[in-house]
């Protein structure tokens, strides 16, 4: 089924929607959050998403369902990273956060300007550098899985990613204050 129906019955509050909302993407929100938390946290943060969507639509509508969903699949992992390891937060996480604070602030004024920005970047970017940008701060894939899936070894893409960092903080310092 579209997005489109499922978004409609959703706002109707019909709870088919949900179901069809939890078959078609709970096994890609799973593999996301297990990004970030064990199994049974990302079961968790999935059942979540669904709770949170179903309160969330309306009065929100979507223009891209799966998007929406894994951006609030993401935030529901990141809090509980938060919240089950405050003085002993996960060394992946910490490692990303260190990769991007010379590039972006903690505390962002206007996250709609900074990410419409780097959304801006991201559109002339290669295809590849992209692709592992993305997959490596949006999706939080390691080093490891970024490599296996292009075929690059694991300093290439230390090295591409660390060059596309250096291009992302030149094209923001004209455009946003860091």
């Known amino acids: 089924m579209e997005e489109k129906q499922i978004i409609a019955m959703l706002w109707k509050r019909d709870e088919y929607g949900l179901k ?47 998007a929406y969903t894994a951006r609030i699949c993401r935030n529901k992992a990141l809090n509980k990273i938060r919240s089950k390891e405050r003085q002993k937060r996960k060394a992946e996480v910490i490692e990303l956060s260190n990769e991007l ?26 295809a590849q550098d992209r692709y592992l940008f993305v997959h490596r701060y949006w999706f939080g894939e390691s080093i490891a899985e970024l490599s296996e899936r292009t075929g690059y070894g ?19 310092e004209g455009r946003y204050r860091l």
């Open 20 to 66: 069809l909302l939890q078959e078609q993407y709970s096994a890609k929100l799973m593999t996301l959050a297990c990004n970030f938390v064990s199994v049974e946290d990302a079961e968790e943060c999935v059942n979540d998403v669904l709770l949170a969507v179903w309160h969330s639509i309306p009065p929100k509508k979507p223009d891209n369902l799966f």
């Open 101 to 126: 604070q010379n590039i972006i602030p903690n505390k962002v004024d206007e996250e709609s300007l900074l990410t419409e920005l780097i959304n801006d970047f991201l559109a002339v970017e290669q």
């Open 154 to 172: 694991a300093s290439k893409v230390k090295s591409k990613l660390f060059r596309t960092r250096n291009r992302l903080k030149h094209y923001l």
